[in-house]
């Protein structure tokens, strides 16, 4: 590790440190009468450490528990009263969600990117729609999904796309539009068909445009899994800060937000390395924006 | 830049004991208007006749905003003639031409390919195994110099590595005709020479067709058997054609030095500098500059 690095990760840990020792001292040294951050609105580090600690280890959340054996078809159920989730699998509905919220959002942002894109009639009539339903704070459909779809994970999944879907549509539609006039007039003279044109030219226009997004359009995905949980559901990383909050439980609410983040964040360094394997032929400068 | 199906391409092919036949390349009476917005239209190049022959090397020069990439353009099929007709081998073209390999101005390289698969692709569209594609366009990036750096992506090769990627990639499709706009013009002046004596030195071999856009006179006359001269725009026109009879093979930077470079130069330039001095007045309004980059590809 060369001095540069260690000092910078050293910089870093010490923000930690430091929002972390504030946070201790707020909440457990009494000043005056009473406490900084008194420990009812923040609880303590400490606190919410081992009840992370207490998540992970002690395996359940809930006291119902059933003697069936584990049934793998139930893992995913949210709504089994007779099944005590354990924080992984709580981790699991929220990732699967997620991930179906990406991969449906992602398929059809690059359809009808695609198609929009090479058809200016279609996208001048669409324009205005999409641009009203894009401006759509889409928190507010929660509960449509929820009244369509139940309290299962499809209306976590349904929010997730359409938060997905714009980013990654946008960022198609730019990318087949913007393709370059010269790559393009230069690709026709190397004897390329339409059909040719859209796998050598188009495809990998539009797809680094999607990439480009991927850090964007991922953490939509999880934002659109977590909402839904929050707003309605009986399982996910959303449903267990939204108990912990029904009960007043400031630390289960912070030990939630803390698996949460990190959660958020090793996915995040799997889009990294996804996103450097694909994007090898950008620059390294442009490859970074996200 | 005009859009056209490919598949409605028509194919060039040489007209049965016809002299036109050994013509490459034949601008017919051909006239090319741009249409401005507000309704109007801009007249880029007046009524054109001009014909490279199957195995010449002709250069186009003139002062920016001429027309001279419009002209190209149009020979390549990429921009129908408003009027007039070109003909490829003998045969009027419509849609993209087939027997044309065309070098841009600008990087032209897909840059989500390697060199290598650049250079492979216009095998490969057209049918030829990947592999052997592959073989072919490692064999042509050693041609250029660039056996070497076939895994790189354009981005971590200089502007004229990339050019040489460009070359290669037109050259492997053995075009009859070569179009080249203004190819070298964004490379600094040793790279530019240095590639000026490798398109001579590839040209030797089969000595293609070959109408190169240029605005250096030096560059066209140390290239090219003809040098062509067109007027400032709008409707610019053909207003010179000079044989240069410097002796082959050449050396594109040592062949500037001999004292019939410097006759040819002095001939032509005083025919051009006219034509660059009105084009310069002419800027001010602007017109020219606009004009050109709406037809430049």
């Not at chain 1, 990383?237 to 937000?257: C, K, P, R, S």
């Not at chain 2, 049918?127 to 750096?149: D, I, M, N, P, S």
């Not at chain 2, 981005?155 to 070298?184: C, N, T, W, Y």
């Amino acid at each position: 590790m060369n001095p540069q690095r260690f000092k910078l990760l050293f910089l870093q840990a010490l923000v930690a440190v430091l929002l972390v020792g504030f946070w201790h001292v707020g909440s457990t040294v009494p000043v005056g009468g009473g406490y900084l951050l008194p420990k009812f609105f923040f609880s303590t580090p400490a606190d919410v450490g081992l009840q992370v600690w207490k998540l992970f280890a002690e395996g359940t959340t809930q006291i119902v528990r059933c003697s069936d054996p584990i049934d793998p078809s139930r893992l995913l159920s949210t709504s089994d009263p007779c099944f005590g989730k354990t924080v992984w699998q709580h981790l699991l509905i929220t990732l699967t969600e997620g991930m179906l919220a990406f991969v449906i959002g992602a398929v059809a942002g690059v359809a009808l990117g695609f198609w929009l894109a090479r058809n200016r009639m279609l996208s001048a009539v669409f324009e205005p729609y999409i641009k009203m339903l894009n401006a759509l704070p889409r928190v507010v459909l929660a509960p449509i999904f929820m009244l369509w779809l139940g309290l299962g994970i499809w209306s976590k999944v349904a929010l997730g796309v359409t938060l997905v879907f714009f980013i990654v549509f946008f960022n198609v539609y730019q990318g087949v539009r913007e393709v370059s006039g010269v790559i393009l007039a230069n690709a026709r003279m190397l004897g390329m068909s339409e059909r040719q044109l859209f796998a050598h030219v188009y495809w990998p226009s539009a797809l680094s445009w999607m990439f480009s997004s991927l850090h964007t359009s991922v953490g939509f995905a999880i934002i659109g899994a977590v909402v839904g949980e929050y707003l309605g559901s009986a399982a996910g990383l959303g449903y267990l800060i939204n108990q912990a909050e029904g009960t007043f439980d400031t630390t289960g609410v912070f030990a939630g937000m803390v698996i949460l983040a990190v959660f958020v964040l090793v996915i995040d360094g799997l889009v990294t390395l996804v996103e450097k394997r694909l994007l090898v032929w950008r620059p390294p400068a442009a490859a970074g924006q996200t | 830049m005009h859009d056209r199906p490919a598949g409605a391409a028509a194919v060039a092919r040489r007209g049965d004991a016809d002299p036109a036949a050994q013509e490459a390349v034949r601008f017919r009476g051909v006239m090319i208007a741009f249409s401005l917005p507000g309704g109007a239209s801009y007249p880029a190049v007046a009524a054109t006749d001009l014909a490279v022959g199957t195995h010449e090397f002709v250069a186009i020069v003139g002062p920016t905003g001429c027309g001279k990439s419009t002209l190209l353009n149009a020979a390549a099929g990429l921009l129908a003639p408003s009027s007039g007709e070109v003909f490829v081998l003998g045969a009027r073209l419509t849609g993209i031409n087939r027997a044309a390999g065309y070098l841009f101005q600008q990087d032209a390289v897909m840059p989500w390919k390697t060199a290598r698969d650049n250079v492979a692709i216009g095998l490969e569209v057209a049918g030829v195994a990947r592999a052997q594609a592959a073989a072919k366009a490692q064999a042509w990036l050693e041609r250029v110099g660039l056996g070497a750096f076939a895994e790189r992506y354009p981005h971590q090769l200089s502007g004229g590595q990339r050019k040489r990627v460009g070359l290669a990639q037109v050259l492997i499709r053995a075009p009859k005709i070569l179009l080249m706009d203004e190819p070298f013009g964004p490379l600094d002046a040793q790279t530019r020479q240095i590639m000026g004596n490798l398109l001579l030195e590839l040209w030797a071999f089969e000595r293609k067709a070959v109408l190169f856009v240029t605005h250096d006179l030096e560059e066209a006359i140390a290239l090219a058997d003809r040098v062509i001269i067109m007027s400032a725009g709008p409707a610019a026109r053909v207003i010179g054609d000079h044989t240069i009879d410097l002796a082959r093979p050449r050396d594109a930077s040592e062949v500037r030095l001999s004292p019939r470079f410097h006759e040819l130069h002095k001939l032509i330039w005083s025919q051009l500098r006219t034509e660059v001095l009105k084009a310069y007045n002419a800027s001010g309004s602007d017109s020219a500059g606009a004009a050109y980059s709406a037809g430049g590809a």
